[in-house]
């Protein structure tokens, strides 16, 4: 079954996070929830690895991170997008929109 | 970017609170994992596994966490740092020898470049001293000649390139009525301008004006402030207060901070340094246009954009014209003008890089030997290295953590070598010279910890580095198979061991053959004839002052008695005094001409003059060659008399007998002008480090063509030391309580301070010496040692099969002998190319000497089989049994 679930292609797990968390501010496991929920279940992010790509984008400036009251009353890390992680959410999607689009060219040619 | 670091400082100093946040955030991600499974309908251990599953390893993740907060590399250095201070606790024989070798060798390299930093590097105590240079006269005969003052005059009134332009001339003066019984001072005569050259302003009253400088305005005196405070008490109003020198009051203009330092000078010399008590005017006297009396020294300050050449030329050109302008033709003098830097440190400035080098030669083998000594370690540790390869650790990782044990290894020697080099500087300090520049400015300063703290990383990683990445290429499969005992590394690893051996073995060889050098040419400058006997001689001297000993007949007298009357002195075999005392620096110089012969063109007669009482030779122990000594019977009204040595005799009279000859210092000279030469006595070498004499002469006290109220006292005695300094300074006080004795010293400690520069560069190559061969028998030591507990086995089957403990010992002695033989004659090699920068620092060796090249090889090969005959008697005691079932 995990066979057939698309592994992430290098560095596109970041924009996967800034994504998510420009719709709201989430906690990690909220955060891995959703990925897996808006991907179908098609990607496959093993939960692990999330943690790291998050304290890196939070060294970067581009997420911000606070300690709230969770749903069920624990206090969990939030982490939200910062005014520069919007801007970095807009390039890395622009560049991965024409980096799909040029190899769906490719694919398409006779 | 501001960001990252602030984040990274968090995740550095805040470790705690984000490790826990860490923990806290994952453990959270956790449960609600484990949450969900459980609703979804599994057990409790069913939902954990699941959720552990999905996570992956979360040690692992908290790692990658930390690497992504950026503090990764530092993590793991104090780990690193942990498991190398672990190793070398848990082999503490081994840290102690390598961390004290290292010890050793870096702070005889800090003690030494204290000396540098001090003396070489740091600037002179004056603004801007590169701008500061010193004016002589040169010719072939005399390299370095003081000025004439009224050529200076010149000089200063129509050069363009100085900012200040100044001279001075030694002149102590006595002191009486300040707080103590007379004293003489150490003085100088500087011109106006002499403090603006060096950049220096009195801290009370102001310099000398251009006004002191004629004739009857001079008695006015600048004190240092040594003087000022322990004379007069640092009395606030001392300026405008009259002084008694040289029985003359002298008014006090002003006085200088502490910490103004004597540039140096040449001519009668006072060794550079805070010694010079006061100053006072010089004043232009006598008739401008004869110029044959040269006593005074230059010193400028020079413009900006200025250089040393460009006024040397300058002061050449004016100088042409000066004797252009007086109508003499051209002459062989020349002015040269030198940066007071190369003036100060220059004579010290070779010697002092090479014990650097030899220091650094020091350093350079005790990296090969801890390296080695390293190399062997990481054999033993090859099994322990080769399970870490297996279980995952990369080998940068192990290369790293080994560096950080040798970075260990070196800092710790390096911080142990500071507080050596501390003491070790002091030692060195007083092992100095006493006229060698700037040895109280040593100290062990801030670019020393500096250095020391270079030297010992570049150390670290220096020798670290090879057994590194020798450790880390191991073979994990075969390091475990074999379990630590021979591999196939090892042909490689010996290589190296052996490479390092050799090196070690030649570079003590060329230390040794310097220090060979060095000591042949001290005990060559020790047996020089000096041309005295200088056992049992006091000398001292004293300053009659002018004011109150105004005739040639008061002075004669007073010397003529004081020298009789210590004479009677019980114990007192002969006691005179004279002009100046061997070695002191006093070089005046006469030219003159001699009955019945020419001299050359451009080169004419020349001699030191000196002047002498009766029993001034009998007293030094010069030697009569020929004729008589002077006589009380010499005195004014009788036929004038000079003696002259023997390099005077030679060179104008060569196979002549001089005695009956006479000479004149006139050159239109009348009857009465002409000396009559009555001996001829032993050279005395002009300088301790050279055989040199050049022609000299004495006139007779009581004859000499000026007075003399200077002089020089000597006094030879077999009675008690301090009892004859005392009985000295009753007869001079018998005379004229008023009068000081000053440089009280002795003759021999005179002669064994005069080499005390090639005694301190041979004893410090000398030790540095001892630690190389130490060193390099240590490494050869242990190569073979571990050769031979490698080769156990060998031996024991040898010897189970008849071979006799001679074989054995043959067998692992010439092992040894290869290594050496080679070590010895690459160093005899290398010695032979380096030895040539020692040229100007040994006295009548060649670079080459064969006896010390001869004598280093032999002795090097001799350590080095000392050292390989104790594991070569161990492999005797291989026991065939025991080596035969350990295989």
């Given at each position: 079954?995990?066979?057939?679930?698309?592994?992430?292609?290098?560095?596109?797990?970041?924009?996967?996070?800034?994504?998510?968390?420009?719709?709201?501010?989430?906690?990690?496991?909220?955060?891995?929830?959703?990925?897996?929920?808006?991907?179908?279940?098609?990607?496959?992010?093993?939960?692990?690895?999330?943690?790291?790509?998050?304290?890196?984008?939070?060294?970067?400036?581009?997420?911000?991170?606070?300690?709230?009251?969770?749903?069920?009353?624990?206090?969990?890390?939030?982490?939200?997008?910062?005014?520069?992680?919007?801007?970095?959410?807009?390039?890395?999607?622009?560049?991965?929109?024409?980096l799909?689009?040029?190899?769906?060219?490719?694919?398409?040619?006779? | 970017?501001?960001?990252?670091?602030?984040?990274?400082?968090?995740?550095?100093?805040?470790?705690?609170?984000?490790?826990?946040?860490?923990?806290e955030?994952?453990?959270?991600?956790?449960?609600?994992?484990?949450?969900?499974?459980?609703?979804?309908?599994?057990?409790?251990?069913?939902?954990?596994?699941?959720?552990?599953?999905?996570?992956?390893?979360?040690?692992?993740?908290k790692?990658?966490?930390?690497e992504?907060?950026?503090?990764?590399?530092?993590?793991?250095?104090?780990?690193?740092?942990?498991?190398?201070?672990?190793?070398?606790?848990?082999?503490?024989?081994?840290?102690?020898?390598?961390?004290?070798?290292?010890?050793?060798?870096?702070?005889?390299?800090?003690?030494?470049?204290?000396?540098?930093?001090?003396?070489?590097?740091?600037?002179?105590?004056?603004?801007?001293?590169?701008?500061?240079?010193r004016?002589?006269?040169?010719?072939?005969?005399?390299?370095?000649?003081?000025?004439?003052?009224?050529?200076?005059?010149?000089?200063?009134?129509?050069?363009?390139?100085?900012?200040?332009?100044?001279?001075?001339?030694?002149?102590d003066?006595?002191?009486?009525?300040?707080?103590?019984?007379?004293?003489?001072?150490?003085?100088?005569?500087?011109?106006?301008?002499?403090?603006?050259?060096?950049?220096?302003?009195?801290?009370?009253?102001?310099?000398?004006?251009?006004k002191?400088?004629?004739?009857?305005?001079?008695?006015?005196?600048?004190?240092?402030?040594?003087?000022?405070?322990?004379?007069?008490?640092?009395?606030?109003?001392?300026?405008?207060?009259?002084?008694?020198?040289?029985?003359?009051?002298?008014?006090?203009?002003?006085?200088?901070?502490?910490?103004?330092?004597?540039?140096?000078?040449?001519?009668?010399?006072?060794a550079?340094?805070?010694?010079?008590?006061?100053?006072?005017?010089?004043?232009?006297?006598?008739?401008?246009?004869?110029?044959?009396?040269?006593?005074?020294?230059?010193?400028g300050?020079?413009?900006?954009?200025?250089?040393?050449?460009?006024?040397?030329?300058?002061?050449?050109?004016?100088?042409?014209?000066?004797a252009?302008?007086?109508?003499?033709?051209?002459?062989?003098?020349?002015?040269?003008?030198?940066?007071?830097?190369?003036?100060?440190?220059?004579?010290?400035?070779?010697?002092?890089?090479?014990?650097?080098?030899?220091?650094?030669i020091?350093?350079?083998?005790?990296?090969?030997?801890?390296?080695?000594?390293l190399?062997?370690?990481?054999?033993?540790?090859?099994?322990e290295?080769?399970?870490?390869?297996?279980?995952?650790?990369?080998?940068?990782?192990?290369?790293?953590?080994?560096?950080?044990?040798?970075?260990?290894?070196?800092?710790?020697?390096?911080?142990?070598?500071?507080?050596?080099?501390?003491?070790?500087?002091?030692?060195?300090?007083?092992?100095?010279?006493?006229?060698?520049?700037?040895?109280?400015?040593?100290?062990?300063?801030?670019?020393?910890?500096?250095?020391?703290?270079?030297?010992?990383?570049?150390?670290?990683?220096?020798?670290?580095?090879?057994?590194?990445?020798?450790?880390?290429?191991?073979?994990?499969?075969?390091?475990?198979?074999?379990?630590?005992?021979?591999?196939?590394?090892?042909?490689?690893?010996?290589?190296?061991?052996?490479?390092?051996?050799?090196?070690?073995?030649?570079?003590?060889?060329?230390?040794?053959?310097?220090?060979?050098?060095?000591l042949?040419?001290?005990?060559?400058?020790?047996h020089?004839?000096?041309?005295?006997?200088?056992?049992?001689?006091?000398?001292?001297?004293?300053?009659?002052?002018?004011?109150?000993?105004?005739?040639?007949?008061?002075?004669?007298?007073?010397?003529?008695?004081?020298?009789?009357n210590?004479?009677?002195?019980?114990?007192?075999?002969?006691?005179?005094?004279?002009?100046?005392?061997?070695?002191?620096?006093?070089?005046?110089?006469?030219?003159?001409?001699?009955?019945?012969?020419?001299?050359?063109?451009?080169?004419?007669?020349?001699?030191?003059?000196?002047?002498?009482?009766?029993?001034?030779?009998?007293?030094?122990?010069?030697?009569?060659?020929?004729?008589?000594?002077?006589?009380?019977?010499?005195?004014?009204?009788?036929?004038?008399?000079?003696?002259?040595?023997?390099?005077?005799?030679?060179?104008?009279?060569?196979?002549?007998?001089?005695?009956?000859?006479?000479?004149?210092?006139?050159?239109?000279?009348?009857?009465?002008?002409?000396?009559?030469?009555?001996?001829?006595?032993?050279?005395?070498?002009?300088?301790?480090?050279?055989?040199d004499?050049?022609?000299?002469?004495?006139w007779?006290?009581?004859?000499?063509?000026?007075?003399?109220?200077?002089?020089?006292?000597?006094?030879?005695?077999?009675?008690?030391?301090?009892?004859?300094?005392?009985?000295?300074?009753?007869?001079?006080?018998?005379?004229?309580?008023?009068?000081?004795?000053?440089?009280?010293?002795?003759?021999?400690?005179?002669?064994?301070?005069?080499?005390?520069?090639?005694?301190?560069?041979?004893?410090?190559?000398?030790?540095?010496a001892?630690?190389a061969?130490?060193?390099?028998?240590?490494?050869?030591?242990?190569?073979?040692?571990?050769?031979?507990?490698?080769?156990?086995?060998?031996?024991?089957l040898?010897?189970?099969?008849?071979?006799?403990?001679?074989?054995?010992?043959?067998?692992?002695?010439?092992?040894?002998?290869?290594?050496?033989?080679?070590?010895?004659?690459?160093?005899?090699?290398?010695?032979?190319?380096?030895?040539?920068?020692?040229k100007?620092?040994?006295?009548?060796v060649?670079?080459?000497?064969?006896?010390t090249?001869?004598?280093?090889?032999?002795?090097?090969?001799?350590?080095?089989?000392?050292?390989?005959?104790?594991?070569?008697?161990?492999?005797?005691?291989?026991?065939?049994?025991?080596a035969?079932?350990?295989?």
């Amino acid at each position: 079954m995990a066979d057939e679930r698309l592994e992430l292609p290098q560095g596109t797990l970041d924009l996967l996070i800034l994504k998510a968390l420009a719709l709201e501010s989430l906690h990690g496991w909220a955060l891995s929830e959703r990925l897996q929920q808006v991907s179908r279940e098609a990607l496959q992010v093993q939960q692990g690895s999330l943690y790291p790509a998050l304290h890196r984008l939070e060294r970067r400036g581009w997420i911000k991170a606070n300690w709230a009251i969770s749903e069920n009353n624990r206090s969990a890390k939030y982490y939200k997008l910062t005014r520069q992680g919007e801007k970095q959410l807009e390039v890395e999607a622009a560049a991965w929109r024409k980096l799909a689009a040029a190899v769906g060219h490719v694919l398409d040619m006779a | 970017m501001l960001n990252d670091l602030l984040y990274r400082m968090r995740a550095l100093f805040r470790r705690n609170v984000v490790e826990t946040e860490l923990n806290e955030e994952i453990r959270f991600h956790f449960d609600r994992e484990v949450e969900k499974y459980k609703k979804q309908g599994m057990t409790d251990e069913e939902a954990r596994r699941s959720a552990r599953l999905a996570f992956g390893g979360d040690e692992q993740v908290k790692e990658d966490c930390r690497e992504a907060r950026g503090t990764g590399l530092i993590d793991t250095g104090v780990q690193d740092l942990r498991y190398a201070q672990r190793q070398l606790w848990s082999n503490p024989s081994f840290a102690v020898v390598i961390i004290l070798t290292m010890a050793l060798s870096i702070g005889a390299n800090s003690a030494i470049f204290s000396v540098i930093s001090s003396v070489l590097i740091k600037s002179l105590p004056y603004p801007e001293p590169e701008k500061i240079v010193r004016v002589f006269l040169t010719s072939n005969i005399y390299p370095k000649f003081p000025l004439n003052p009224f050529d200076f005059r010149d000089y200063r009134t129509h050069s363009k390139s100085f900012d200040s332009l100044a001279a001075f001339s030694r002149g102590d003066m006595q002191l009486s009525g300040g707080s103590t019984e007379p004293v003489r001072l150490h003085g100088f005569r500087i011109t106006s301008g002499f403090f603006r050259v060096l950049g220096l302003h009195p801290q009370l009253g102001r310099e000398f004006d251009v006004k002191v400088e004629t004739p009857g305005n001079g008695l006015q005196v600048i004190l240092s402030d040594r003087v000022w405070r322990s004379q007069f008490g640092a009395a606030p109003d001392i300026v405008g207060r009259k002084i008694t020198l040289n029985a003359q009051p002298f008014t006090v203009v002003g006085v200088m901070p502490a910490g103004t330092e004597h540039p140096g000078n040449e001519y009668r010399s006072l060794a550079y340094g805070e010694d010079v008590d006061l100053w006072w005017p010089f004043t232009f006297e006598g008739d401008p246009t004869r110029r044959g009396a040269h006593y005074i020294e230059g010193i400028g300050r020079l413009k900006d954009g200025v250089t040393a050449e460009q006024a040397q030329s300058e002061l050449s050109a004016i100088m042409t014209q000066i004797a252009r302008d007086l109508g003499q033709g051209k002459s062989d003098w020349q002015v040269m003008v030198i940066p007071l830097y190369r003036e100060v440190v220059g004579s010290s400035q070779r010697m002092l890089l090479v014990l650097l080098g030899a220091v650094g030669i020091v350093l350079l083998i005790a990296c090969a030997n801890a390296a080695n000594l390293l190399l062997a370690r990481a054999a033993t540790r090859q099994r322990e290295i080769a399970v870490r390869l297996a279980l995952g650790a990369s080998r940068s990782r192990l290369v790293r953590q080994l560096l950080t044990e040798s970075l260990l290894i070196a800092l710790a020697g390096g911080a142990l070598g500071l507080g050596m080099a501390a003491g070790g500087v002091k030692a060195l300090v007083s092992l100095l010279p006493a006229d060698f520049p700037r040895a109280h400015e040593i100290h062990v300063s801030a670019p020393v910890f500096a250095f020391t703290f270079l030297v010992s990383a570049a150390t670290g990683i220096l020798f670290g580095l090879i057994p590194a990445i020798q450790a880390s290429r191991i073979d994990p499969r075969q390091g475990l198979h074999e379990g630590g005992r021979t591999s196939t590394g090892t042909g490689r690893l010996s290589r190296l061991r052996n490479a390092l051996v050799v090196s070690e073995v030649s570079l003590a060889c060329v230390l040794l053959i310097g220090a060979g050098l060095m000591l042949r040419s001290l005990l060559n400058l020790i047996h020089l004839d000096p041309g005295f006997r200088e056992e049992h001689v006091l000398t001292a001297s004293v300053s009659l002052p002018g004011a109150e000993y105004k005739t040639e007949a008061v002075v004669g007298r007073f010397y003529d008695t004081l020298t009789t009357n210590l004479a009677s002195i019980p114990g007192v075999e002969a006691a005179g005094a004279g002009s100046d005392l061997p070695w002191t620096g006093y070089d005046d110089n006469t030219s003159l001409n001699i009955e019945g012969k020419q001299a050359p063109p451009h080169d004419e007669f020349h001699a030191r003059y000196h002047v002498a009482t009766p029993d001034y030779f009998r007293a030094l122990g010069i030697p009569l060659l020929r004729g008589r000594f002077f006589t009380a019977g010499d005195k004014p009204g009788t036929q004038r008399v000079v003696i002259i040595n023997h390099a005077m005799a030679q060179k104008y009279w060569p196979g002549e007998d001089v005695v009956g000859k006479r000479v004149t210092w006139d050159d239109h000279p009348k009857e009465t002008d002409w000396f009559r030469i009555v001996g001829v006595v032993g050279d005395v070498k002009d300088k301790p480090s050279s055989a040199d004499t050049e022609p000299a002469f004495w006139w007779a006290d009581l004859q000499q063509p000026f007075t003399s109220t200077d002089m020089s006292l000597v006094v030879r005695s077999t009675a008690d030391p301090q009892t004859l300094a005392e009985a000295v300074r009753n007869e001079v006080r018998r005379l004229d309580p008023a009068l000081a004795v000053a440089d009280v010293a002795w003759m021999d400690e005179i002669v064994y301070g005069s080499v005390a520069t090639p005694r301190f560069a041979f004893v410090l190559v000398g030790m540095f010496a001892g630690l190389a061969i130490l060193l390099a028998a240590i490494g050869t030591y242990g190569v073979i040692s571990y050769s031979v507990s490698q080769r156990t086995p060998e031996f024991g089957l040898r010897m189970a099969l008849g071979a006799q403990r001679l074989d054995v010992i043959r067998l692992v002695l010439a092992q040894a002998a290869g290594l050496v033989l080679t070590g010895t004659v690459l160093g005899l090699l290398l010695a032979l190319t380096l030895a040539r920068v020692l040229k100007n620092l040994i006295y009548e060796v060649s670079p080459a000497d064969p006896l010390t090249f001869g004598a280093v090889g032999l002795m090097v090969i001799a350590i080095a089989v000392l050292a390989c005959y104790i594991p070569a008697r161990k492999a005797t005691k291989a026991d065939p049994m025991i080596a035969l079932r350990a295989e």
